[in-house]
Every structure is written in structure tokens, then in C-alpha cells.
């Protein structure tokens, strides 16, 4: 395929859906992600597009938001493998609080299999997911409806969650950077969002690749009360979204990352009913010296004179 054909192609994309990840437009064009990416710097060069971290979006997109059915076809994979993840957080029989957005309805689908279960949400897709879930009990707030992402939002929703207290709250969003927090295009949704987080003990974002460095008007979560985040792996050659998770990191926040094939990222069993988990050391992380020793040990129980060599070298350090 040619240049013009590819670009033109990656345009159509963009205006259909709002924004595209760079690996969606890759695998369509049928090209590499550097191709593709060298074609989005040239659509954005002549104003036809905005590169975000990780995709594309339509010009002005600061601003923008996508309607849910645009939404519901990006990042699907990944979305999948964070909602794998982020369930395996879920205790039997706990209470907690679920935002709107497609990545929370993937996580609501997952939670439907978790017994004596609370789940307070603003959004007519979780709620519909968890509908026929027996052991589960849904709790929606009031408000006044948002046709693009069926959410409740207005007074009437805040208020319903006044002097409410649960243990954790999983919220989606628009953008994610380590100086902002989340954040979110429409200003309704950013101040329920805000309700439901101090509604909660811990807050665990769940957002995709495309999300990370990505700043939209209205802050919902500030980073010093992001308690986890769960998001999926960034291409080995993405240095700024790796870049963006250290600085969450370096911030406090526990990253948990999703395998990128739609798999977990660990390749550790994990106990039942749960997805396998890894909280990083980030691309080009340095490990401390606890995690060292920690990780020397484990293989000194699997056997070997150079390995128990050295977690005594390291224990005298």
C-alpha cells in the first residue's frame, strides 16, 4: 500500500471513531506502528489530525469526547485484559463503586462472578451488565441521563452518594499524565466522578495505552489520590508513556500492567479466580535493593550454589 493510500485510510479511521490507537491503525493498514506513526506526523503536519500518546485523534480533541459507540471499538483487547486484571483486586462480599466508560463495563461483566458483592455505579452499562448476577447487589445513584455514555450525572447523582463509604472505587477517563491525575472532556461527568472518589477508601484507575499522557479539561482524580492503576503494556518503543508511568510511579501510585496480546503481563500461576498481576519494575526501572534480594532468593530456592552465593553477598551489603 502506498503512502497517500495508507494516510488516507488512517484519516477515515480517525473521523470515523474519534481517535484510534497506533496499534489498531497499524494492524488495518497492515504495516509496522513506526510506519504508522511517521503517517500520523505527516496528517498531523498538514492539520488533518492530533497525535495523543499512543493513537490519534481528531483535531481539537482537548476538548472532544467520543460517544460511546466510538469508544466500545478502541483498545478492545487491552481493554479486556485490564478488566481481567482489575477484578482479581474484588473480595467476596465487598463494597465498592464503579464509574462510567467502556473499560469499567469490561470490568462489571468480570465482577458478575463475585459473590455477596456491592456495586454503587452512576452507569446503565455496568449496571446492565451485573443485572442477572444473583449473588450481586447494584445500587444506582440518581441524575439526569448522558445519551453518549449512559451515565447519570447532575445533583441528583452527587447527592445519592453523600455519606456513602466503600472500600475501593474504579473509575475510567479521558487522559491520565502524573501531573494532573485523571481527567476527563465533560465537566458533569469529572464532578461525579469526584463524588464517587471520596466515596471510597482507595481509588484504582483503569486506562489503556492510548490514555497515558494524555490531558483533557476537567481534573476528576488528582495523582496523590490515585491509589493503583491498571493499564496495559505500552509498546517497547513508546518511551513517553513509559516515561509517564515511572513519573505515576515515582508519585506513589502501584502500577499494575496488563499483557498487551490481551493476556496478563505475568507469566506467574495465579490462585484461583484471580488474573495474574505484576506491579512493575517500569521499562528501565532500577530495582532496589529489598527487590533484589527478594528476587535472588527466590531462585536460591530453586537450587544452585552461585545463586545462594549470591543472596548471602547481598544480605551483607
Known amino acids: 500500500m502506498f503512502a497517500a493510500e495508507r494516510r488516507q485510510l488512517i484519516l477515515e479511521m480517525v473521523r470515523a471513531n474519534g481517535a484510534v490507537s497506533l496499534r489498531e491503525l497499524a494492524r488495518v493498514v497492515q504495516t509496522s506502528e513506526v510506519t504508522v506513526r511517521r503517517d500520523v506526523r505527516a496528517l498531523e503536519a498538514e492539520g488533518l489530525l492530533d497525535r495523543r500518546h499512543g493513537g490519534a485523534v481528531l483535531p481539537g480533541g482537548f476538548t472532544r469526547e467520543s460517544g460511546f459507540p466510538q469508544k466500545s471499538h478502541l483498545a478492545t483487547a487491552e481493554k479486556t485484559a485490564i478488566a481481567d486484571l482489575a477484578a482479581g483486586l474484588v473480595e467476596e462480599g465487598e463494597a465498592i463503586v464503579v464509574g462510567a466508560g467502556t473499560t469499567t463495563q469490561e470490568l462489571a461483566r468480570r465482577l458478575a462472578r463475585v459473590p455477596g458483592l456491592t456495586v454503587v455505579t452512576n452507569s446503565l452499562l455496568v449496571a446492565q451488565a451485573l443485572a442477572h448476577a444473583n449473588r450481586v447487589e447494584v ?15 447532575g445533583s441528583g447523582a452527587e447527592q445519592s452518594l453523600q455519606g456513602l463509604r466503600v472500600s475501593r472505587a474504579f473509575l475510567s477517563g479521558s487522559g491520565l499524565t502524573a501531573e494532573r491525575g485523571l481527567s476527563t472532556s465533560n465537566m458533569l461527568s469529572a464532578s461525579v466522578d469526584r463524588a464517587l472518589v471520596q466515596a471510597a477508601g482507595e481509588v484504582v484507575v483503569l486506562a489503556d495505552h492510548t490514555k497515558l499522557g494524555s490531558d483533557t479539561m476537567f481534573q476528576t482524580v488528582p495523582t496523590d489520590l490515585i491509589t493503583r492503576l491498571v493499564t496495559d503494556e505500552p509498546a517497547a518503543h513508546d518511551d513517553r508513556a513509559a516515561a509517564e508511568l515511572q513519573a505515576l510511579a515515582d508519585q506513589g501510585v502501584q502500577i499494575a500492567v496488563a499483557g498487551a496480546g490481551g493476556g496478563p503481563a505475568s507469566a ?21 535493593h529489598a527487590q533484589q534480594l527478594r528476587g535472588a532468593a527466590v531462585l536460591a530456592e530453586q537450587g544452585g550454589q552461585a545463586e545462594r552465593a549470591r543472596v548471602a553477598d547481598l544480605r551483607r551489603r
Do not use: F, H, K
Open 268 to 288: 506467574d500461576p495465579s490462585p484461583p479466580g484471580r488474573a495474574a498481576r505484576r506491579d512493575m519494575p517500569l521499562p528501565g526501572q532500577r530495582r532496589t
Open 139 to 153: 445500587v444506582m445513584t440518581g441524575g439526569t441521563l448522558r445519551g453518549s455514555n449512559y451515565a447519570l450525572v
